[in-house]
């Protein structure tokens, strides 16, 4: 994992090893989690900065990392929700294996 898909496990704690599984098999993902961590790099190096255009680009950089952290949440909820339908898909195939069969 890079540098930066730590912000993202900063800002999401909670679903760390979703985020960690995520970021390993979904290049997407990845990318988008990377994106956020420049983001919050650009944040912090405007923050410090004397320039006068360094309130505005705060502001810009803030609202683009709270767009990608909606963009994560979808992915998360997407994820979760697949592999809760796959584990249904799972659990009912093992029922079938298990039926006797009629003869």
Known sequence: MSDMTYYILKSFPENALQI???ILKNSNFRSLCED???CAEAI???DQSKKSSAKAKVEEYRYLCKELE???LQALQHSQESEDSNRAKNA???LTQLRPKDY
Do not use: F, T
Request: aromatic residues 26%; glycine residues 6%; without cysteine.
């Open 70 to 72: 909606k963009e994560v």
């Open 20 to 22: 960690r599984h995520l």
């Open 44 to 46: 912090k190096y405007w």
């Open 36 to 38: 956020y961590g420049k």
């Open 92 to 94: 009912q195939w093992v």
